[in-house]
């Protein structure tokens, strides 16, 4: 969510805040701030919305320093304006803050008793006059942090910056990411790597209930209990092509035409080179041990979750439930033996889904997880972690990331058939070598671009639409309402297509079109037969199919997608593209902001 950044340096702090910010927009934001450390004064700026108004504030109203916080805020308590943006000041204490205080009523209570009042709606003030209440006392900056941080309940990650302490910041962590970078002469604080690759390639990671001392020439690092911790410097690569544009109108253009490429790193990743074996990294997982998968994801993670369902059962008849991350463990579900929970996430910090493996350890058998970023909470805290490789994902809405959570959770049920005794030797080969000429099906595929542009701008006159699919379709039919939702602000249902009968028909007008995911396979005549039941009632089907399912199909069809063939196990990686392209012509005809749509955020690392 937020997204924070700290720097103690040798050059003027707040172009080398606000850039870093830059990098963290994607996280999703409605204000933003930085605050520095200047001739032992503190002094902070503020805006709301976009970054670029900070900057204006800052032609006319600098800010000098070398040492600095910086922050971009997604509201969760007190609404979107410059009194709630971040940094939170109090005296002499800034706080950037990303997470939620759970005990924040209580602690505002105590300080009340304490003659201390309040100027935001905010639970991250509390910490700013928490932290000035324990310096009032004459605690040492550090001494009045780690007291700070010891009354805090909930999640977050903090950075706090001192009056007159021009090479001091104190980070802490729970629940939230962060990570000290290492520079020569200079250190740096962030929610993530990409913040800090253009100060630093050298990064520290901290753990759960990790705080730590920095200054310009060391870190130190205490665990929850307050023992020194020694945590690893790891040296990180981000290509920095990867956070930009690279001539594209937007991220999510970009990261739609990039899926072939990265699809096919992932393929060769896990894929040996002759294309007969599929390979996981150590220590594996034995299939013939399990009896039971539970995969747990949120949001389009989820629905790439749905779609494994009938991957897993249908080739590898291994039994698996599925379920949303934030009701998960609230539901309290009996574990059984032989359960192994998979647990999907394309951050690998959202936190509803580190929750859901956390109270998953010790009941299930082993946890695996699906990540794209490896040094991730949730890729540290499985037994197993599958990066699915699709690089620095920018765009809010996920396109790269999916198709690529697809393909290894393909790889993975294919790797389960082979070991449980449901496919021989060839048939997997076979698969395999679908799989490997998948990057060039995409390639082809990606040429319905401009018909996706043309049907765009009639779907943006639209107020309703809906989208139907079977079997492994039905999960699609669901990604491509929720990215039609996420960006150009159109309300989207989907519906398994039997089901339409049982209620959603009721919706169906010359008003609201209908888009069909029906690649022609098994289950398309019984789905072209609800169709029907669509157009005779006047309905608009926009039916995305191949050239053998259009000719089927018949008249009375609205429009047509037309995509090539394709085995229909993998159908649901390559029409992700029809739904990412019409969802993204879609917004750019109505005009929203694509890559940073209001009210959402890339990682969500609160509850």
């Known amino acids: 969510m937020c997204g924070i950044v700290g720097v103690l340096g040798n050059h003027e702090a707040a172009p080398i805040l606000v850039e870093a910010l830059k990098r963290l927009e994607y996280r999703g934001y409605d204000s933003a701030g930085i605050a520095t450390v200047n001739h032992d004064r ?18 006319h109203e600098p800010l000098a320093g070398k040492s600095g916080i910086g922050h971009t805020r997604w509201a969760t308590h007190g609404a979107p304006n410059v009194g709630n943006a971040h940094p939170h000041q109090s005296g002499g204490v800034a706080v950037v803050h990303n997470g939620i205080i759970e005990n924040f009523r209580e602690l505002r209570t105590f300080l009340t008793e304490n003659g201390i009042s309040f100027q935001t709606d905010t639970d991250t003030e509390t910490i700013a006059l928490l932290a000035q209440h324990y310096r009032n ?33 104190i980070a802490a962590r729970k629940g939230s990411p962060l990570a000290i970078g290492h520079g020569e002469g200079e250190m740096f604080v962030g929610s993530d790597a990409i913040a800090l690759a253009p100060m630093t390639d050298k990064i520290t990671y901290l753990e759960e209930g990790d705080w730590a001392i920095v200054t310009r020439n060391s870190v130190e690092i205490r665990d929850r209990e307050g023992n020194i911790a020694n945590r690893a410097l790891k040296t990180i690569q981000i290509d920095t092509a990867q956070v930009d544009k690279a001539g594209y109108k937007h991220f999510m253009a970009k990261e739609i035409a990039e899926q072939p490429t990265v699809l096919q790193g992932a393929l060769a ?13 150590e220590p594996g997982i034995d299939f013939t041990q399990i009896e039971r998968l539970t995969l747990v994801a949120c949001g389009t993670a989820y629905y790439a979750c749905m779609v494994a369902k009938y991957w897993f059962e249908q080739i590898a008849r291994l039994p698996v439930e599925i379920d949303v991350a934030s009701e998960f463990r609230y539901r309290e579900p009996p574990v059984t033996p032989g359960t192994v929970a998979l647990f999907v996430s394309q951050s690998g910090e959202t936190a509803d889904t580190l929750a859901a493996l956390r109270y998953m350890e010790g009941k299930a058998d082993k946890i695996l997880s699906v990540v794209n970023v490896p040094e991730s909470s949730i890729a540290r805290e499985s037994d197993l972690a ?5 690089g620095t994902e920018i765009g809010v809405a996920s396109t790269k990331a999916f198709t690529c959570q697809l393909t290894t959770l393909a790889i993975l049920a294919l790797k389960a058939a082979q070991a449980r005794g449901h496919m021989d030797e060839d048939a997997l080969a076979e698969k395999l070598a679908g799989l490997r000429a998948l990057p060039g099906i995409m390639n082809l595929a990606l040429q319905i671009e401009s018909r996706t542009d043309q049907l765009a701008t009639k779907l943006a006159e639209a107020r309703d639409i809906l989208f139907l699919g079977r079997g492994a379709m039905y999960p699609l039919a669901h990604e491509g309402a929720l990215k039609l939702k996420e960006i150009s602000y159109i309300h989207a249902e989907a519906y398994a297509s039997g089901e339409l009968k049982h209620g959603p028909i009721a919706l169906v007008d010359k008003h609201v079109p209908v888009i069909v995911m029906a690649p022609r396979d098994a289950l398309f005549d019984k789905t072209i037969s609800n169709m029907q039941e669509v157009m005779a009632r006047g309905g608009k089907v926009l039916l995305i199919t191949d050239a053998e399912g259009a000719k089927e199909a018949g008249e009375g069809v609205w429009e047509t997608i037309l995509m090539p063939e394709i085995d229909p196990f993998l159908a649901p990686i390559l029409y992700a593209l029809p739904a990412q392209l019409l969802a993204y012509h879609t917004a750019v005809a109505k005009g929203t902001d694509v890559d940073q749509p209001r009210n959402l955020a890339k990682s969500v690392t609160v509850e």
């Not at 503190?42 to 032609?59: C, E, T, Y």
């Not at 599958?386 to 699709?390: E, N, Q, R, T």
């Open 386 to 390: 599958l990066p699915i490789l699709a």
């Open 137 to 169: 006392q004459g605690l040492s900056p550090r001494d009045a942090a780690e007291q700070t941080i010891a009354r805090l309940e909930g999640a977050y990650a903090l950075c706090f910056l001192f009056d007159g302490e021009d090479d001091l910041l």
């Open 42 to 59: 503190l002094d902070r700026r503020r805006a709301v919305g976009k970054l670029v108004n900070l900057s204006d504030l800052l032609v």
């Open 269 to 281: 990743h896990y894929i040996n080179a002759d294309g007969t074996a599929v390979t996981l990294p």
